[in-house]
């Protein structure tokens, strides 16, 4: 059962819908871990190809994926202006991945010296009571920088345009500021930061040097299993260059976790006539400068309670538009999203089901957030109805055999198609969430996709397929990429066939 709460978390981390790599002829055996990221801050929306077949589209700055599975090997990645063809590329490159290796891959620079810069990620476990800091310099007309203690005690230090360094520190609260190599003058202040334990933070430093911003994500890597008895005396960091002093937390001690599983976030920002965003969590700045349409990745955070405070970018929580506080459950998958026009805007959380679906099947939850339209039907070609009478701020779930559907979103009871979905694949083992989104007039579908696996092995085929009578199943066995392909692979999908674990979310 999905349940819609009238409540909100909004945490940490990045945004944009997922990446979904269609698999390529590997030069090696393994997978490796990608996440991309379009930080040119004055090149137009992107669409991202890899090995020819698009797999984002209509990527803004700034945006980024969490981190998907690829197959290891050469890769070829291009990158061209939205809605042209990969023979438009403004980056065309070739990227090596190893196997068992992740990658931050970032659109960087200017428009006019557009590039691709390559990162290779540590994602393995921390040490016992650690966290690890990523630090990414993507602002692309300023110079070096170091980030300090507000005291000064120097954390990474001369870190140019294009680079990154990582250091790993006791978990704790800390006062982070970011200067000019050398300088006072604080470019950027990251005061009250607080790091957890088994969490990789990735902060890049965006846009020119007048709009500097900093983005984040988190990412859970886990603790090596052997606790240490006595921190190290100072943090690694890269470049080489290390810190003078171990930094302090403040307070020394980092707040006890709740008791319990972790539980996990999604996060959405649906409301389209809403401005960029920022986000404070219990009084902390998370995330900044969030612009519609985009939604994160799940992130593994402990269970407790939370204070809330959407406002308008660059405001204080003294401003905040969304204010509440509400209770993360452990072992519970949330996904969160701030919806409706401004003058109505609300916070909506769903729970969401991230057990394994039955063998040889895909999971696909539908979200209504166009606030002015109508409710809506969503149905196969035919006619035949899948979800039925689906209103602004709820949603639903069915669980169907994998396969290629023709999938169409009418008005309730209506004929008229808004959304057209012909030749939609859902893959085994993967949850596709959609988003309908926007104001009717420009009513658009967005997707994210997170895999959850199958119980046990896939049922054997079987000659006449348990489905509706008419299914126009189209080209089975199809590899065209479902993507983030806004009005393509997206709104509702799943089709088919057992309309058996329909579940709806309820007000």
């Known amino acids: 059962m999905k349940v819609r709460l009238t409540t909100v978390f909004t945490l940490i981390v990045m945004l944009m819908g997922m990446v979904a790599f269609v698999p390529a002829a590997a030069a090696q055996d393994g997978t490796a871990q990608v996440r991309v990221v379009h930080a040119s801050p004055d090149a137009p929306a992107v669409d991202v190809y890899v090995d020819g077949s698009a797999v984002l589209t209509n990527v803004s700055f700034f945006a980024a994926s969490g981190y998907l599975e690829v197959p290891a090997g050469e890769r070829r990645i291009q990158v061209a202006p939205a809605g042209t063809s990969a023979d438009q590329a403004v980056i065309d490159a070739t990227v090596n991945l190893n196997a068992g290796q992740a990658y931050t891959v970032a659109a960087t620079g200017l428009l006019e010296n557009i590039g691709a810069t390559v990162f290779e ?61 050398g300088a006072a003058d604080v470019v950027i202040d990251l005061s009250g930061t607080t790091l957890e334990a088994g969490i990789l933070y990735t902060v890049f430093a965006t846009n020119v040097v007048a709009n500097i911003t900093p983005q984040l994500t988190a990412v859970t890597i886990g603790n090596a299993e052997a606790a240490q008895e006595e921190p190290t005396a100072e943090p690694t960091a890269e470049p080489t260059a290390e810190p003078t002093a171990e930094p302090t937390p403040e307070p020394t001690e980092a707040p006890a976790a709740p008791a319990g599983d972790p539980a996990q976030v999604s996060v959405v920002h649906a409301s389209p006539n809403a401005p960029a965003v920022d ?40 401003d905040a538009v969304i204010d509440v506080e509400t209770t993360l459950n452990a072992g519970v998958a949330y996904t969160v999203v701030a919806a409706g026009l401004l003058e109505n805007i609300e916070a909506i959380i769903f729970i969401d089901d991230l057990s394994p679906a039955a063998a040889g099947e895909a999971r696909v939850d539908v979200v209504h957030l166009s606030p002015d339209a109508p409710a809506v039907d969503v149905k196969l070609a035919d006619g035949t109805i899948l979800i039925e009478n689906l209103a602004f701020g709820e949603g639903a779930t069915i669980d169907v055999p994998a396969g290629t559907y023709d999938l169409i979103v009418t008005p309730t009871g209506a004929a008229d198609v808004v959304i057209d979905l012909s030749g939609t694949t859902l893959e085994a083992g993967v949850l596709y969430t959609v988003f309908a989104t926007d104001v009717v007039a420009n009513i658009t579908a967005q997707l994210s996709t997170t895999t959850i696996g199958t119980q046990g092995p896939a049922p054997a085929p079987t000659a006449a397929p348990d489905v509706p009578a008419a299914l126009p199943v189209t080209s089975t066995g199809s590899t065209a990429p479902l993507g983030l392909i806004v009005l393509g692979a997206a709104l509702l999908i799943g089709a088919g066939v057992l309309v058996l674990n329909l579940r709806r979310r309820t007000s």
């Open 121 to 181: 990620d540590n994602l393995s476990p921390a040490a016992a009571g650690e966290a690890r800091v990523d630090v990414v310099h993507l602002s692309p007309d300023a110079p070096a920088v170091d980030v300090k203690l507000a005291d000064g005690t120097i954390l990474i230090e001369n870190l140019a345009f294009g680079e990154g360094a990582t250091i790993d520190v006791p978990a704790g609260t800390y006062d982070l500021i970011v200067t000019p190599t």
């Open 279 to 318: 986000v404070y969590v219990n009084g902390d700045a998370v995330l900044t400068n969030v612009p519609f349409f985009t939604a994160s990745d799940y992130l593994t955070l402990p269970a407790g309670d939370y204070r809330i405070q959407v406002t308008p970018a660059g405001a204080s929580p003294d």
